[in-house]
């Protein structure tokens, strides 16, 4: 995923406790790092937010100038003590926050981070600081009488064999599996949606709402040829002052890949699909208010490149799991009709919030019933065809 938030694995694909992984994200994405003054008694300040099912960021902010050498970070579920070594070492000075996933839901967590100069020695530690992690699974939200809309996000579509190093298995989805679940829709009557679809209402039977973040070539040259082979659509959101550049707003562990240029978007127009907007930087529109405008922005570099008002947006980095009431305002007022949320993931139906519309993730390893499973069509599947594993 490589992309937008890093994503937990799905819950039905981890369970006990694995070796919880850690990982950097770019400044961009979390308020900096504060500038470095010569002060005697550094402190450390620590934030944990974005809590998440299976993962949590946490971001810091240093209040003084050190001979810095690296950063510390110790974690452990809160009624443990916290363990003599810590969950990842950070040596890059201007990373001041990062991911911890793989953690167990509806449990609470302390963690802290200990600053230690380049000289060695007892350093700085932040106070400990404590948060839950969300419920796990597949919440149901359809209130009665309503129409299931499941609307899956997906980022990297290709080859696994030609997935890089660190292809983070919440965004990367295999080629291969991406048309084993077309082919097992077109077979059962499954009809893909546009974000117009739904606003209007008119619904056909068994709609899903296939959508992509980031504007990946991938996108063009593996997804868009099998959407087009199963007569399938989706949309893709695109980060509009970085097309035809790569996606830098990644964390360093991720690979950075290729973003559309504005004639491939065109190409995408052309065979059917949707687009939208990302933002024209991917700033997380919580963590960043400052940077708002980038909504309006990038809605008018659309139009500008486009020649028509688009109508869907996806909000960079799922805001954290935040249903920030003035980032939907500045969306509508932008132009968009319709915006997609990332966390926590859950089922969207009809009558789900049009400007914080609820996805689930398709993830590396998801089996047919696992897809199944996010998108509620197992009951379209005949008694034979799903195999009992999982
Ligand atoms: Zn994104």
């Known amino acids: 995923m490589p992309t937008c938030p890093p994503i937990p694995k799905a819950p039905s694909s981890r369970r006990g406790c694995p070796a919880i992984a850690v990982l950097l994200a770019l400044s961009l994405f979390l308020p900096a790092c504060s500038s470095r003054q010569a002060q005697p008694s550094p402190t450390l300040s620590l934030q944990a937010g974005m809590v998440l099912n299976r993962a949590l960021f946490l971001s810091w902010t240093e209040a003084s100038e050190v001979d810095f050498g690296r950063y510390e970070v110790y974690a452990a579920p809160a009624s443990e003590p916290l363990p003599d070594t810590p969950v990842a070492v950070l040596e890059e000075a201007d990373h001041c926050y990062l991911s911890v996933r793989g953690l167990e839901p509806e449990t609470e967590y302390a963690f802290r981070v200990r600053l230690v100069p380049a000289a060695g020695g007892e350093g700085t530690w932040s106070d400990t600081v404590r948060a839950t992690t969300l419920e796990d699974g597949f919440p149901e939200g359809t209130p009665p009488g309503s129409i299931p809309v499941p609307t899956l996000m997906y980022h990297h579509v290709r080859p696994l064999d030609t997935f890089p190093p660190g292809a983070d298995p919440g965004g990367w989805y295999p080629s291969e599996s991406f048309e084993r679940d077309l082919a097992w829709m077109k077979a059962h009557g ?201």
């Not at 700033?283 to 309006?296: F, H, I, K, R």
């Open 190 to 390: 499954i009809h893909t949606v546009t974000s117009a679809d739904i606003l209007d209402g008119r619904l056909p039977e068994n709609p899903v709402f296939l959508t992509f973040d980031d504007g990946y070539t991938d996108f063009l040259d593996y997804a868009v040829p099998l959407l087009v082979k199963y007569g399938f659509q989706a949309a893709n959101a695109i980060v509009t002052q970085r097309t035809g550049g790569q996606s830098v707003w990644a964390i360093p562990e991720w690979p950075l890949d290729s973003l559309m240029t504005w004639p491939q978007i065109r190409r995408c127009l052309q065979a059917g699909m949707e687009i939208g907007g990302h933002t024209q930087t991917h700033v997380n529109l919580y963590w960043n208010q400052e940077q708002m405008p980038q909504v309006q922005g990038s809605f008018d570099d659309l139009v500008s490149a486009l020649g028509f008002r688009p109508l869907y947006f996806c909000y960079p980095w799922g805001m954290g799991g935040h249903d920030f009431v003035d980032a939907k305002i500045a969306v509508g007022d932008a132009g968009y009709r319709f915006a997609t949320a990332t966390w926590p993931p859950r089922h969207a139906n009809a009558a789900s919030d049009p400007f914080f519309f609820p996805r689930q993730f398709a993830n590396q390893e998801d089996t047919l019933q696992v897809f199944l499973e996010k998108t509620r069509f197992r009951a379209l599947a005949g008694p034979d065809e799903i195999p009992p594993e999982r």
